[in-house]
């Protein structure tokens, strides 16, 4: 398949850039900030992002979504990327909404995809649980008890898990992992905002003795690995657009700088050094993009290799944008350091997208462990 995309897919692309540039720049990340907002993001926002239908991309349309695939997701995340925006598109629209489809009842389905299509609800997904992305090591437990369970364990790095209005909590119960959807101001529940160093939110939750019913069970009892995976994969390819986006736009700001900044009488973008840079920077950027596409399109059409496609987008997207912000910085010179300007901005956030859902040494290890090394 060309690594390019459709015509609708270039559409849908336009419309989420000039809607984000024109209602969430990264000025409304800093007004976000230095506000101290409560929330750390705009429910207006997310509510317009229903109503222009991003929220529920990759919801069915029987739901109130749009009905699109795993490339329409990436292209909503690069953008986001692009623009810093603090958003619950990753954690509701992407990783909550993938294991409702995937496994969610019709009533738990029909309560919260048209909700998180019209962004009308947050919905966070808590996995992770140590410093590392390490969802093969997950100690969360689930014990049944009466018609029911008793959740006992602790998450981090949960997506606006301080705000949401149901969390997604994997556990392990006694042949497997299961997935429970709970209300977070269920008794035993204890969540913590957690303000990230790019200034976007997750949240540490605590669960002690949380009294859940067997109707709170997404799926089936010990079956919520293979849900869990294809919510995870598309999150990781998702992850690794946004990586893109963020990379591409630093370098876009930086190529401007260049264009405008002058030493010597000269502007700086005219010494060769620089032009190199730019080059190399330019050409690592494509192949990014390119890896990233590759793997969003064969996610959607489930093509047997799509989770090692996407171990190695994340992986090259995270390394391509990680020297994106630092050449950005570098080339800005002195005031690249400094919070006036964006590019300081970018590099917090790249740096945070990379440990999402595995950094390139985890994606790194998973395709050679796959491999047989």
């Not at 900044?261 to 060769?272: A, P, S, V, W, Y």
Request: glycine share 12%; with cysteine.
């Amino acid at each position: 398949m060309p690594l390019i995309l459709t015509e609708e897919q270039t559409m849908l692309k336009e419309a989420a850039d000039g809607f984000l540039s024109e209602n969430a720049p990264i000025a409304h990340l800093r007004h976000l900030r230095d506000s101290r907002d409560a929330d750390g993001v705009s429910r207006d926002l997310w509510r317009a992002f229903g109503e222009m239908g991003f929220a529920g991309v990759i919801i069915p349309e029987a739901h109130g979504g749009s009905g699109l695939g795993a490339v329409e997701a990436g292209v909503m995340a690069e953008a986001l990327g692009r623009t810093l925006t603090p958003s619950p598109f990753m954690g509701s629209g992407v990783l909550s909404a993938r294991v409702l489809i995937e496994a969610g009842s019709p009533e738990q389905q029909a309560a919260w995809l048209p909700r998180i299509a019209a962004g009308e609800a947050i919905v966070a997904l808590a996995v992770d649980e140590g410093a590392k992305h390490a969802p093969s090591k997950i100690t969360t437990t689930a014990q049944r008890s009466g018609n029911g369970f008793v959740l006992n364990g602790a998450k981090g790095f949960v997506l606006d898990g301080h705000i949401a209005d149901a969390l997604i909590v994997v556990a392990l119960t006694e042949n497997g992992l299961t997935l429970f959807l709970v209300d977070p101001k269920t008794p035993g529940i204890e969540i913590e905002r957690t303000i990230m160093v790019d200034a976007h939110n997750a949240a540490r939750v605590t669960l002690t003795d949380v009294q859940v019913d067997a109707d709170a069970v997404i799926g089936a009892v010990d079956g919520g690995e293979g849900p869990l995976e294809a919510a995870l994969n598309l999150g990781r390819a998702c992850a690794a657009a946004s990586l893109t986006g963020a990379g591409d736009q630093a370098f876009q700001t930086t190529l401007e700088y260049l264009r405008t900044r002058k030493q010597f009488g000269k502007l700086i973008g005219e010494f060769q050094a620089l032009q190199h840079r730019a080059a190399h920077l330019f050409t690592e950027i494509e192949l990014a993009r390119a890896a990233v596409l590759g793997a969003l399109q064969r996610l959607d059409a489930g093509h047997e290799t799509a989770p090692l496609a996407v171990s190695i987008a994340k992986a090259k997207a995270g390394r391509v944008a990680e020297l994106a912000v630092q050449e950005a910085v570098q080339m800005h010179g002195g005031v690249g350091m400094t919070d006036e300007y964006d590019v300081g901005l970018f590099m917090k956030r790249v740096r945070v997208l990379n440990e999402l859902l595995g950094d390139a040494g985890f994606h790194t290890e998973r395709l050679a462990r796959t491999q047989g090394y």
